[in-house]
């Protein structure tokens, strides 16, 4: 069985950084592609950043580009989220999640995953 532990959630002001953390465990974390997802309040989960089976590749929403940074450290089996010039409408609950398939480069689709942690929230006050 997998399981995903993320944290580093906190209450910030805006323009605040932080660095969320994920712990995997349970499946053979490195070749596995990961994302990081949020959830706000009353909104749909929506794609924040993902990271390639191999970490060669990252990508990101157009809403988080250039502030976000996705890393991962396989050694450790974590995925990271560096969170930089935090908004308000940052605010949400952080999830991370693991690929069903390995060996893939760009997973997008949140289908894509059957692994989630219980998320780690994140407030961003103005």
């Known amino acids: 069985q997998v399981k995903l532990v993320e944290s580093g959630g906190r209450l910030v002001q805006a323009g605040d950084s932080l660095r969320l953390s994920c712990a995997a465990s349970?499946?053979?974390?490195?070749?596995?592609?990961m994302a990081w997802f949020r959830q706000a309040q009353g909104k749909e989960r929506e794609l924040v950043a993902g990271?390639?089976?191999?970490?060669?590749?990252?990508y990101y929403s157009d809403s988080v580009k250039g502030r976000f940074a996705i890393s991962r450290d396989n050694a450790r089996s974590t995925l990271f989220l560096q969170m930089n010039s935090l908004k308000p409408e940052d605010t949400a609950v952080y999830y991370c999640?693991?690929?069903?398939?390995?060996?893939?480069?760009?997973?997008?689709?949140?289908?894509?995953?059957?692994?989630w942690g219980q998320g780690t929230q994140v407030t961003v006050s103005s």
């Open positions: 990271i390639s089976w191999g970490g060669e590749h990252t």
């Open positions: 349970g499946r053979t974390f490195r070749i596995y592609a």
């Open positions: 999640a693991l690929d069903k398939q390995p060996y893939r480069d760009y997973v997008r689709n949140v289908l894509s995953f059957d692994a």
